[in-house]
């Protein structure tokens, strides 16, 4: 056995260690003396003692001790002829005297060890098997035991601690290990979302890491409380979670009658807190915690004593009260910075939590009432310097050894599955019921059932009960259920698309046998980690399956997953502005510059170069260097983690109270969420089921009540067939806007490449439109050889069968299994595994590790009768494929949704259309929708106040109404009102039924909304106007209601012209319904030179100049820059337009100072039949007098 900074050496942190009599085992020791960190005992004789020998005989080490094993006689210091081991800080030399001597009982035959220091470093016989220094070591006759005590760090807090905190918790971690910590607590404040990624950090830095939380009460009142055992960490979990659950606590709501009473600390801690040590500033607390808890707790409870932070009359104070309440005192500290910070900082990050200025933060700093205040946190210190700190105190670091020494670890390794439980009836096992609904199902499904069918219900039931996932299918089978009898729409997806148990419960769609989907990929007895079913569900029922959730499960036992929502580049500069006192006008103008998100914490642009140059940073009335700083500061605080909000569906059910397996909180909407996220509620055991909702699952079930509204007929979607002629030509021509899955430009211009012209190609291109397969190489590839421009030729013969549907091209994570299992032999779950491995490999760029698997495949293949350099060749396919391949049973979930998506648009336009409209299913905006309605021939009408209902409706000859609330500050009191008292005889009739404002009847009425009374709309203005007069003279109330008199006609009016109709519709409702926008501007686009969309694919190759309405932009960086894409729309259709680095910048701020139709001139680029524009330049079209006839947001709210 050898030391323990070998590759070889013992688990972390065993605290006992059995020696033998020619080995040492290595441990950590950073005391400044030994007899306060060993303990030794004799297995056999517990009699055995260490004698300390007097100070007049030793000498006092300054830095780690290392105890060596026995050296060779020619290195042994002069003693009694007894074998000695030496005690060495690092300098060659002679021995000094001994320090210790390990005396056996009298009746032993064993050698006595003495140990004495080394002055001058490791001796050569052992300087040479050491390629690393060591920070200590324990020794022991083979009867003797070792127990080493470590130093311990308390403790880490990170920005976990939601705005209360620096770093990472990772990187704390790391710089405490570097620092040579072997031991340490995180104790967030009121958090224990950190800790899985803690202990992850800390097993990778060999660290035994402890779990924490500081809690307080509503008086200021803290303690840290550690987990002594998984006893301690249930508590600690239940202490946290009713503490955020408490009324009155910051994240928690307040109003929900089903909350606890206000949190009470010491009757938490007398009700929960056994197995917990408690570190406890307040004095007066300590005394509570006694009188309540009994003599016997002083073991556990410490006083704090912090000299990093502390002044030394506070530490005076809590040595008296230590001693006279008989309570011991520890060394501990608030610790959780990497790098000195300015107190500027600290406070800038007060600000952004406390809602304020940085200028009142820093006067309450120096209040010493302001107890909201987080406390400043100290850097990291040096194991050396924390024990320099206290070593007058050897008491504090002696308590902090003990509660290492006894306290467990946090280990998830060893946790099991939580599965969620599933009432049966009596008489009735889980896997009966089971087995009772898959065959009912495949009756359901197939009618007549296959003995194929039957054979894989078999084999995934058996795997299924095997692994102990019988509940959690009876449970996601139950949650589809009660949405069908709900009648809300839903559909699995995710790898659970290959179970045809999820097939036959009703849980997927997609039939895993007509397409060949792998129930391996999805669940096998060898695969770690958890797999999980995602739940497609209408948006608008998914609040009641959630609810359903909660009631039948328990909601002691049911819980959301949480989401950590960092600071974004806006985000952070709206915080920032904000802190540094600027008016909300000036933080939103500011914000609305930058884009939403860019990857600059990996390097993309600063906010400072971003706002380079620009006009609103220039006119915020701030000197130079103050907008200097706010830049900075909005950079410093980009990425941070900010708060906690609910995941769009992740939700666990447990067999018990969840707050004993993880601490929940609640989140702003009242619903519980647990302080694990997605990436760290595994560890738990815990499974998560994700209750999403898809606006297209929505849309899909919409055209077919609408579609049954007109024809009576219920149209079947699993009846849609797929293949259909019609559809094909809508895809190949990349008219897919709306469709789900297929809107995107990326995706418009891959349909017309590949020529999709089935359900099987749309579920290949949605696999391929990842940005992986492009920069690979993969989807050109495959595009080439869809249009035969490449044969088609599998990478060895004997895959032809497997890889014809994907034109020879590993395009499946389900083909990298089935080429391993072909070429190796190896089953379908092994050949998952090589995959798992060999994805992780390359992520990690391991090396060894890729070797390792080449020679493992290659050594199979040649087995299975294979050439060497074929299997090299394959594993070459493999590994660059491997990189790009995915998961075909998601892609099967989502591109059967898109081609059905595409095939309601071919077949039922109007339907299809006002679906979209209802859920706002689509990636544009509304004005692009409704010039899409238009090409489509589908009448978009305006907003009535006789015919709208409260959304999008389908009238009797196929035209869509809109609703009123789609007017722009329309309230829905007004709306309701509207709905109670029609039919109207007038607009007199509807201004004295209802109660609608004088301002919103005249937005109204520019809407169209009263176009119904045939009169103009200038007319309409005026009697409002003059009625409106009437009343204000006469009782001065602006309500309609009240209004009586004779019709005042008025003088004769002009008639608002087309063009400024439009520009109110544009206002208003968001788009231009009466017209297109871009129709008013032809004769200028003829004197330019443009021409229209429809003539862009007859000038390939060819420079152009086009205009028309930007409907979508995004940028993508690359190498040399950030590169943008505009998709932009005239009457006839879209074109999409590339901008490359070189003129992007230009191009983004000419689209931040605009909102009017742009003039693009560039070359057409043709490539396999998708058509693009290579901008040179990008411009707003000259237009005299600049309105605002840019697409508006897509909706409008409407206002309570």
Request: aromatic share 4%; proline share 7%; charged share 25%.
């Amino acid at each position: 056995m050898r030391c323990r900074c070998w590759r070889d050496s013992l688990p972390e942190a065993p605290s006992t260690v059995t020696m033998r009599r020619t080995v040492t085992t290595m441990v950590p020791s950073t005391s400044p003396t030994l007899c306060t960190n060993w303990r030794i005992c004799s297995r056999a004789d517990r009699r055995c003692r260490l004698r300390r020998l007097p100070p007049a005989d030793r000498t006092r080490p300054a830095i780690p001790w290392i105890v060596l094993p026995t050296p060779p006689a020619s290195d042994r210091p002069t003693s009694s002829g007894l074998p000695v081991a030496t005690v060495s800080r690092g300098r060659e030399g002679t021995p000094s005297r001994p320090l210790f001597l390990l005396e056996p009982p009298p009746s032993s035959r064993t050698h006595t060890l003495i140990v004495t220091e080394h002055r001058n470093g490791l001796p050569p016989w052992l300087a040479n098997r050491c390629s690393l220094p060591c920070c200590g070591s324990s020794f022991s006759d083979p009867r003797f035991v070792v127990t080493a005590s470590r130093p311990l760090l308390l403790s880490l807090r990170s920005w976990g601690s939601m705005l209360r905190g620096l770093e990472p918790i990772s990187r704390l971690i790391d710089e405490a290990a570097g620092q040579g910590w072997r031991s340490i607590v995180v104790a967030e404040y009121l958090d224990l979302g950190t800790i899985v990624e803690a202990a992850r950090a800390a097993k990778r830095s060999e660290l035994k890491l402890l779990a924490a939380a500081e809690v307080d009460d509503r008086c200021g009142r803290s303690v840290v409380a550690i987990a002594c055992d998984r006893a301690g960490q249930e508590e600690l979990n239940q202490l946290v979670s009713r503490r955020c659950l408490a009324r009155g606590d910051d994240a928690s709501c307040g109003q929900n009658p089903s909350q606890p009473e206000p949190f009470d600390l010491v009757e938490s801690l007398c009700n929960g807190g056994r197995s917990l040590s408690l570190l406890v500033r307040d004095p007066m607390l300590a005394r509570q915690l006694i009188d309540r808890l009994g003599p016997r707790s002083r073991s556990r409870i410490l006083l704090e004593i912090d000299r990093l932070r502390d002044p030394i009359a506070r530490e005076h104070r809590a040595l008296d009260a230590a001693e006279q309440l008989g309570l011991a005192v520890i060394a501990s500290s608030r610790i959780g910075m990497l790098q000195p910070v300015t107190r500027e900082r600290l406070d800038l990050l007060e600000s952004v939590r406390c809602v304020s200025t940085v200028d009142r933060i820093a006067r309450d700093r120096k209040n010493p009432c302001a107890g909201s205040i987080s406390p400043i946190l100290a850097p990291i210190p040096t194991p050396d310097r924390w024990q320099r700190l206290y070593r007058d105190l050897p008491a504090a670091l002696e308590s902090a050894a003990r509660i290492e020494r006894e306290a467990m670890a946090v280990d998830f390794c060893s946790r099991r599955t939580i599965f969620p439980p599933f009432p049966v009836a009596a008489g009735q096992t889980p896997f009966g019921l089971l087995y009772e609904q898959c065959h009912r199902g495949l009756l359901r499904r197939y009618g007549s059932v296959s003995r194929a069918a039957l054979e894989r219900l078999a084999t995934e039931l058996h795997v299924i009960d095997t692994m102990g996932f019988v509940p959690y299918f009876l449970v996601v089978g139950d949650i589809v259920s009660e949405a069908h009898r709900l009648g809300i729409e839903c559909a699995g997806r995710g790898s659970g698309a290959a179970s045809i148990v999820s097939y036959a419960l009703g849980i997927t769609q997609v039939d895993p046998i007509a397409h060949r989907l792998r129930f391996e990929r999805f669940l096998h007895p060898d695969r770690k980690d958890l797999p999980d079913i995602d739940i497609d569900l209408c948006w608008q029922g998914r609040d009641r399956i959630i609810d359903h959730v909660y009631r039948r499960y328990g909601e002691d036992r049911t819980a959301m997953i949480c989401t950590r929502t960092a600071l974004q580049i806006r985000s952070a500069l709206r915080e920032a502005a904000r802190a540094h006192g600027l008016s909300p006008g000036d933080v939103d103008r500011l914000s609305r510059r930058l884009p939403h998100r860019t990857d600059g914490t990996s390097g993309g642009d600063s906010i400072a170069e971003l706002l380079s140059g620009d006009p609103a940073l220039a006119a915020i009335s701030m000197s130079p260097a103050k907008r200097r700083e706010l830049l900075e500061d909005a950079q410093w605080l980009r990425g941070r983690p900010h708060h906690r909000s609910i995941h769009p569906g992740g939700i666990c059910i447990a067999d018990r109270p969840i707050d004993q397996i993880t601490a929940v909180e609640r989140a702003a909407r009242g619903i519980i969420i647990t302080q694990f996220d997605m990436y760290s509620i595994e560890e738990t055991g815990l499974i998560k089921i994700d209750l999403l909702g898809n606006r297209c699952v929505s849309e899909i079930g919409t055209v077919r009540d609408l579609i049954e509204q007109r024809s009576g007929k219920r149209l079947d979607i699993a009846a849609i067939p797929e293949h259909c002629d019609r559809t094909a030509r809508l895809l190949q021509r990349g008219d897919t806007l709306g469709c789900f899955q297929l809107e995107s430009p990326a995706m418009r211009s891959l349909l017309v490449q590949m020529k999709a012209g089935n359900a099987q190609e749309t579920i290949q291109a949605v696999a391929l439109i990842r940005p992986g397969p492009s920069a690979g190489g993969l989807k050109d590839a495959f595009c080439r050889r869809a249009r035969g421009l490449e044969a088609p030729d599998p990478p060895h013969p004997a895959l032809a069968s497997l890889l014809g549907q994907q034109r020879g091209l590993l395009l499946y994570e389900e083909n990298l299994m089935e080429l391993v299992a072909l070429v190796t032999g190896a089953s379908l779950a092994a050949g998952d595994l090589l995959r798992r491995a060999l994805a992780r490999a390359v992520r990690s760029d391991s090396r060894a590790e890729l070797q390792r698997l080449e020679d493992q495949f290659i050594a199979d293949a040649i087995g299975q009768g294979f050439g060497a350099g074929e299997a090299r060749q394959l594993w070459q396919q493999l590994q660059h494929f491997g990189r790009y391949s995915f998961n075909k049973a998601h892609a099967a979930s989502y591109g059967l949704l898109a081609w059905r998506s595409a095939w309601l648009k071919t077949h039922h336009p109007a339907e299809f259309l006002c679906a979209l409209f209802r859920h706002h299913a689509g990636m544009y905006p509304f004005a692009a929708f409704v010039g899409e309605a238009r090409r489509l021939g589908v009448p978009l009408r305006l907003p009535c106040v006789e015919r709208s209902a409260d959304t999008f409706i389908l009238e009797p000859d196929g035209a869509i109404r809109m609703p009123l609330a789609m007017i722009l500050g329309s309230r829905q009191t007004s709306i309701e009102s509207v709905f109670a008292a029609r039919p109207f005889d007038s607009p007199e009739d509807l201004m004295r039924r209802t109660r609608i404002g004088m301002s919103e009847l005249k937005e109204w009425i520019l809407a169209g909304a009263l176009d119904h009374f045939e009169i103009p709309r200038t007319r309409l203005l005026w009697r409002t106007h003059t009625r409106y007069r009437q009343l204000d003279a006469t009782r001065g109330q602006a309500t309609t209601g009240d209004l009586a008199g004779v019709v005042d006609e008025g003088p004769p009016l002009v008639e608002l012209s087309p063009r400024k109709l439009l520009e109110q519709e544009i206002r208003l409702l968001g788009a231009g319904i009466s017209a297109h926008p871009m129709q008013f501007h032809r004769d200028l686009r003829q004197r330019l030179g443009c021409i229209t969309t429809r003539e862009v694919p007859r000038r390939a190759g060819t420079t152009i100049r086009i205009s028309g309405l930007r409907i979508a932009s995004r940028h993508h960086r690359i190498q040399r820059g950030a590169m943008g894409f505009i998709t932009i729309e005239d009457e006839y259709g879209t074109c999409e337009v590339t901008c490359f680095s070189s003129i992007w910048p230009r191009v983004r701020r000419v689209l931040l100072d605009g909102s009017g139709p742009l003039l693009v001139e560039g070359k057409v680029e043709e490539r396999l039949g998708a058509m693009s524009v290579i901008a040179h330049s990008v411009s707003m079209l000259p237009i005299e007098g600049q309105t605002t006839e840019g697409p508006q947001q897509p909706g409008r709210a409407v206002h309570q």
